[in-house]
């Protein structure tokens, strides 16, 4: 080799630092691919996808015959510029060789094309796998061999070598993906996904419809004023009861009505005969769960009952769908007047608000895990109903009660702390 001419042998080492740079680009691009992204593009077709999943799917494989490459040339490109420069500076070209050449190597052979790999995973990964391909069927002995002898110095040391981590994701994961989307994803597309996540954590006594806010047909009640009632209703189910909601009768849909109410033929027995059977809820389902039970059911609409058969509030599809897709009544506003923003950054807030819609709203994180209502926060704080102004505090937050009853709190006076240290 040292009577080689210098030209020949200096561009055998330039050959030789660009398959360096090729082995170790292909490694972290295959590597840092995005493993979802790739099998869609696969399930595709795409021809660069497919090897590079088939080569990912036995990485011990994949990573051996990108060393034996790798060191291949590192060390033949050593030996070369260890001649070279012989040639040129005699004894002292050994010294100025592997200075040089490791410089160099580090620099185009490894840095360099790894970090454009990092940057740019599938445009190096792709065209990549085919050469990689081939020399895997090339090496294949070889490759085998090498890595049977790791694998059993793995084994040693209580390490299974067949063992992989899974590339599925837990629910928080997939939350922090979708949040993560950036400008690929619209904010309204991501609060849809993740309203879908959570309806695993949120249950239907959540978002019901509380009892004490439940309208619907009482048949005690005249003709004259359930006509009335019906006339003037903003809904097109209602449930129909005597005196109590649990004294429950059925509910009607305002189609099966609009006939008699038209020709003036409704009775309190024509009501009742259109009453279809009431659909009751436990109050703990899960949203997802309920939402599979009201397409099973061909239901729109639950009476939320607790353990003891009780009637606690009512459900409805469309309140499980605004987990997801966020308002479709205009509900929100209703529940916005509940609250009433102060000069001085406090907020002036209904008892019966709900703790979830005030976390939402105003980005806070007041306890949710046990009562649903402010008044039901506060008169477990308290373990009392308080029958004068009286403040607490829970976690960073401030509350006031400004007005109370017998069985109740009505309007309560509530801020974060640091916002009144911060204002003053």
């Known amino acids: 080799m040292a009577e080689l001419h210098p030209g020949f042998l200096l561009g055998l080492l330039a050959f030789l630092i660009l398959c360096s740079a090729f082995f170790s680009s292909s490694e972290t691009g295959i590597i ?38 790798n060191n291949f040339v590192n060390i033949l490109a050593s030996a070369i510029a260890t001649v070279l420069a012989m040639q040129i500076w005699g004894e002292a070209g050994i010294a100025i060789a592997t200075v040089a050449l490791t410089i160099v190597l580090l620099i185009f052979g490894e840095i360099t094309p790894k970090t454009l790999a990092a940057l740019h995973p599938e445009r190096i990964a792709y065209p990549a796998s085919l050469p990689l391909q081939i020399m895997l069927k090339l090496f294949y002995p070889l490759v085998i061999a090498l890595n049977t002898i790791s694998n059993g110095l793995l084994r040693l040391f209580g390490v299974d070598p067949n063992a992989r981590g899974s590339d599925s994701l837990t629910t928080e994961e997939l939350r922090s993906v979708v949040r993560e989307s950036g400008h690929a994803l619209p904010e309204s597309r991501q609060n849809m996904l993740l309203g879908v996540l959570d309806l695993e954590t949120v249950s239907v006594n959540d978002v019901m419809i509380p009892r004490n806010e439940i309208i619907g047909i009482d048949l005690e009640h005249s003709l004259g004023r359930i006509i009335q009632q019906l006339q003037n209703t903003r809904h097109t189910r209602l449930p129909v009861y005597r005196q109590d909601i649990n004294q429950i009768e059925g509910v009607i849909h305002m189609r099966q009505l609009a006939r008699r109410l038209a020709h003036n033929q409704l009775t309190h027995e024509t009501l009742l005969q259109a009453c279809q059977p009431a659909y009751f809820v436990p109050e703990n389902t899960p949203l997802s769960t309920q939402l599979l039970n009201f397409q099973k059911e061909k239901r729109r609409m639950g009476l939320v009952v607790d353990e003891y058969g009780d009637v606690q509030g009512l459900i409805t599809l469309e309140d499980v769908l605004e987990e997801i897709v ?13 609250i009433q923003p102060q000069e001085d950054g406090s907020q002036i807030i209904e008892g019966s608000a709900n703790i979830r819609e005030l976390n939402k709203t105003l980005g806070w994180h007041l306890p949710s895990e046990g009562p649903k209502t402010l008044n039901g926060l506060i008169t477990e704080a308290l373990e009392t109903i308080p029958d004068c102004p009286v403040c607490l505090k829970i976690g960073p937050y401030r509350l006031e009660i400004l007005e109370s009853s017998e069985n109740r709190v009505k309007s309560v006076r509530l801020w974060q702390a640091q916002l009144i240290r911060s204002a003053d």
């Not at 992204?37 to 795409?46: I, V």
Request: without cysteine; proline residues 2%; positive net charge.
């Open 326 to 338: 966020g308002d479709l009544s205009g509900r929100d506003q209703q529940q916005h007047a509940d």
């Open 32 to 69: 840092s691919l995005n493993r979802y992204r790739l099998r869609h593009k696969a399930r595709e077709g795409h021809r660069g996808a497919k090897r590079a999943s088939a080569l990912l799917g036995r990485p011990d494989r994949l990573l051996g015959t990108i060393l034996i490459g």
